[in-house]
């Protein structure tokens, strides 16, 4: 049976941006998951079988994989989150 892979992501606004599993790989391990755990992550959701998945769920998926390996991760990842979010606000 041939998996589909998601190819696009519904950020909460309807934009639809492409799929980039490096982003998932890079605030994993900012959260302080080793490359392995990380890329074992990123790879679960890049299996997703529908074409089009949404952020929310992206998220949800990977603070309860990182939950699962250490439960201080997710924490380190909602902060890395919105470290993020407010440099990205600061640019615009």
Known sequence: MLVSMPKTVIKKNGKKEPF???KII???VKAGASVEIAR???DK???HP???IK???VRKKVLDELE???P???KRWLNYDENVKRLRKLKT
């Open 50 to 52: 529908q074409e089009s």
């Open 55 to 57: 952020t929310i769920w």
């Open 26 to 28: 890079v605030s994993a």
């Open 40 to 42: 074992k992550i990123a």
């Open 45 to 47: 959701i890049e299996k």
């Open 20 to 22: 980039i599993k490096e």
């Open 68 to 70: 699962y390996h250490n």
């Open 72 to 74: 201080e991760w997710p």
